[in-house]
């Protein structure tokens, strides 16, 4: 039987210290009720500009977030070849 790790195993774990001192501090820049992808609110240009440039766990959460607010679109194909998904990024920025 092969046993596989978690994905998640080798991220740090947070220091629940530090987490409330920065949300001490920032607190009153985040809206109650407000969803954020990468510090900003879900909007077609940040979500794009994360599928552009982030990492791939941000980039999967951008194309989610962009197929629900366009449906139609349907779901960006962040597992293809790289040189296919720039060259849709290029495509979709042009127009």
Known sequence: HE???????NLPWPDAAKVQAWWQTHAVSWVPGQRYVAGLAPQ??????LLQA????QR??????L???????????I???AWRQQR???SVSES
Do not use: K, T
């Open 3 to 9: 046993v596989a790790l978690d994905e998640d195993d």
């Open 44 to 49: 077609r240009d940040h979500l794009m500009r």
């Open 54 to 57: 982030a990492g791939q766990r």
């Open 60 to 65: 999967r959460l951008a194309a989610e977030y």
């Open 67 to 77: 197929a629900l607010l366009n449906p139609a679109a349907g779901l960006f194909p």
């Open 79 to 81: 597992a293809a070849p």
């Open 88 to 90: 849709w990024l290029s």
